[in-house]
């Protein structure tokens, strides 16, 4: 049945739609990936990153996680999750150093994580871009714990903040 409330105004695109991965489902039939984007301290330190307050209507809707979504055809994790960021969060790609990637597998669907620092020379104030966001800011790790986060970015994130260094 569809909802009344969904916007009409989104970017789409090919690779939109569910995938069935044994008993459960997933966004995005070519697999999808999301920027998590980190903040240093003076010393160099991950002091903070990029979250996104998930609008109402969407899967998971009032939660956390980073900005993202479903790949297009053909399209590679990193540039999908940085032109993610660019519609949902008006990060501007040339302000984003790609440090690493974290792949989460399932048999019928991947999910990058793609990890990034702030390029040199570059300051990114981040907002809510589209309407797939509440608010999209930047987050102290140190409140992490204040936050609704997305199941699935919840559980990753010890292991991903592994990847700061
Ligand atoms: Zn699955």
Redesign the pocket.
Known sequence: MPNATVPTDLHRHAGDGWVT??D?L?WGLFGAAGLLLVGRDDDGEPAQIVLQHRALWSHMGGTWGIPGGALAPDEKPAAGALREAAEEAAIDPAAVHVVGTHVLE????TYTTVVADVAPGYRIEPRAADPESLEVRWVGLGDLGSLTLLPAFGEALPRLLTLLG
């Open positions: 991965c044994g459960h997933h399932h048999p019928a669907w």
